[in-house]
T-cell receptor
Framework: GNSVTQMEGPVTLSEEAFLTINCTYTATGYPSLFWYVQYPGEGLQLLLKATKADDKGSNKGFEATYRKETTSFHLEKGSVQVSDSAVYFC????????????FGTGTLLAVQP | NAGVTQTPKFRVLKTGQSMTLLCAQDMNHEYMYWYRQDPGMGLRLIHYSVGEGTTAKGEVPDGYNVSRLKKQNFLLGLESAAPSQTSVYFCATYRVGQPQHFGDGTRLSIL
């Protein structure tokens, strides 16, 4: 079935370091791709998205590019802040009009001052 | 997450007890979803609804029932709670052309 594989955490970085969180998905059809972020004690919030090949989603300094040839959607940020500490989920959408998300296991990011 | 409200936020149950989790939305979204979040498992879809009066099974439906009698409410029921149902439960809503919108979660412990 459809699935997504996400980089295991925790990822611990110093402030201003470069961040990459890897995400690959199964290539059934052409899913839309999302990154969600979950801050402590809160629900998931959409961080960014890309709906077709070579699209780049970006928000709050984070970026991810839809790579159809490698079925990947890696999340990057050039300079992380302590406030970026959260759990990040990669989630392709399958299932047509039902918009069923398939979530990765989540990657905990801890940024130290 | 003012648009999606989950109640209660926390609950502790004993094995065999029953309870209902409520998800209420004020965004007039057609689709609603119930997920559970467990360590190392990501979020898994329990049940979902594509409109008032309709429900469908997700990835892990066993032990749960749902109802969508009103468009704005999606109820998740546990008829006989089991320790394996200890989890954080999230409700989400969706409208065509927009991403899913999540509630803040319900933390449920089954003793």
């Amino acid at each position: 079935g459809n699935s997504v594989t996400q980089m295991e955490g925790p990822v611990t970085l110093s402030e201003e370091a470069f961040l990459t969180i890897n995400c690959t998905y199964t290539a059934t059809g052409y899913p839309s791709l999302f990154w969600y972020v979950q801050y402590p004690g809160e629900g998931l919030q959409l961080l960014l998205k890309a709906t077709k090949a070579d699209d780049k989603g970006s928000n709050k300094g984070f970026e991810a590019t839809y790579r159809k040839e490698t079925t990947s959607f890696h999340l990057e940020k050039g300079s992380v802040q302590v406030s970026d500490s959260a759990v990040y989920f990669c989630a392709p959408v399958y299932g047509g009009a039902t918009n069923k998300l398939i979530f990765g296991t989540g990657t905990l990011l801890a940024v130290q001052p | 997450n003012a648009g999606v409200t989950q109640t209660p936020k926390f609950r502790v149950l004993k094995t065999g007890q029953s309870m209902t989790l409520l998800c209420a939305q004020d965004m007039n979204h057609e689709y609603m979803y119930w997920y559970r979040q467990d360590p190392g498992m990501g979020l898994r879809l329990i049940h979902y609804s594509v409109g008032e009066g309709t429900t469908a099974k997700g990835e892990v439906p066993d032990g749960y029932n749902v109802s969508r009698l009103k468009k704005q409410n999606f109820l998740l029921g546990l008829e006989s709670a089991a320790p394996s149902q200890t989890s954080v439960y999230f409700c989400a809503t969706y409208r065509v052309g927009q991403p899913q919108h999540f509630g803040d979660g319900t933390r449920l412990s089954i003793l």
